[in-house]
């Protein structure tokens, strides 16, 4: 069974910067592709950034030039920097990870989601 763990959300002032973490665990073959997305109350999820197993990266409009996405294969982990934190940025945030665990295709799995608040 595989496990997605998340970490690093919390309060901060706009302008400010959080790392959130992701870590996933499990029998896991490989991995292919890991993102962040976020969903603010009464809101659709929409994806925030990704990033495929060769390390090129995408970004949402709206966090293009202040958040910044990045992997370690080796511990499972995705992250997402962000800085230059505005109040509109607050929601939860999931990280996604696509992974085979040896039988079959890749299949997406969640985390919990972490809650980001940015006071003004």
């Known amino acids: 069974q595989v496990r997605l763990v998340e970490s690093g959300g919390g309060l901060v002032q706009a302008g400010g910067s959080l790392r959130l973490s992701c870590a996933a665990s499990g029998s896991i073959f490989s991995i292919n592709a890991m993102g962040w997305y976020r969903q603010a109350p009464g809101k659709q999820r929409d994806v925030v950034a990704a990033i495929t197993s060769s390390g090129s990266t995408d970004y949402a409009d709206f966090v293009k030039g202040r958040f910044t996405i990045s992997r370690d294969n080796a511990k499972k982990s995705v992250y997402l920097q962000m800085n230059s934190l505005k109040p509109e940025d607050a929601a939860a945030y999931y990280c996604?990870?696509?992974?085979?665990?040896?039988?079959?295709?890749?299949?997406?799995?969640w985390g919990q989601g972490t809650q980001v608040a940015v006071s003004s």
């Open positions: 996604a990870q696509d992974i085979r665990t040896g039988v079959g295709g890749f299949q997406r799995y």
